[in-house]
């Protein structure tokens, strides 16, 4: 059964920081390409981070750029995603997921195969 499993989500003061994890079963990560997202209450899915390490690709969402950081552990076959310096607008449920497909746009979520069920970070003080 291929699944994807996020974590580390909780309450966190602005400022502060937290990672996220996206571990995998039934295939393998390093074949995709996979996405970090997030959606607050009444808006969109919208793309935050990307990564594909067998073409050498990360990229960042303009909002996040310089405060988050994404990896991967090939050998736990789990993707991390380290937030520093957190705003209460980062508040959201953060989905990770993972696609086969290349040239098309990464942060459209139409795009991705497979998603996990999310996990829920609230940055408030």
């Known amino acids: 059964q291929l699944q994807l499993v996020e974590s580390g989500g909780g309450l966190v003061q602005p400022g502060g920081s937290l990672r996220l994890s996206c571990a995998a079963s039934?295939?393998?990560?390093?074949?995709?390409?996979i996405g970090w997202f997030r959606q607050a209450p009444g808006k969109e899915r919208e793309g935050v981070s990307y990564?594909?390490?067998?073409?050498?690709?990360?990229d960042y969402a303009d909002s996040v750029k310089g405060r988050f950081i994404i990896s991967r552990d090939n050998a736990k076959n789990t993707v991390y995603l380290q937030m520093n310096s957190l705003k209460p607008e980062d508040t959201g449920v953060y989905y990770c997921?993972?696609?086969?497909?290349?040239?098309?746009?990464?942060?459209?979520?139409?795009?991705?195969?497979?998603w996990g069920q999310g996990t829920q970070v609230t940055v408030s003080s």
């Open positions: 990564i594909r390490v067998s073409v050498g690709i990360t």
């Open positions: 997921a993972a696609r086969s497909g290349y040239g098309i746009s990464r942060w459209r979520p139409i795009t991705y195969d497979y």
């Open positions: 039934g295939f393998t990560l390093e074949n995709y390409g």
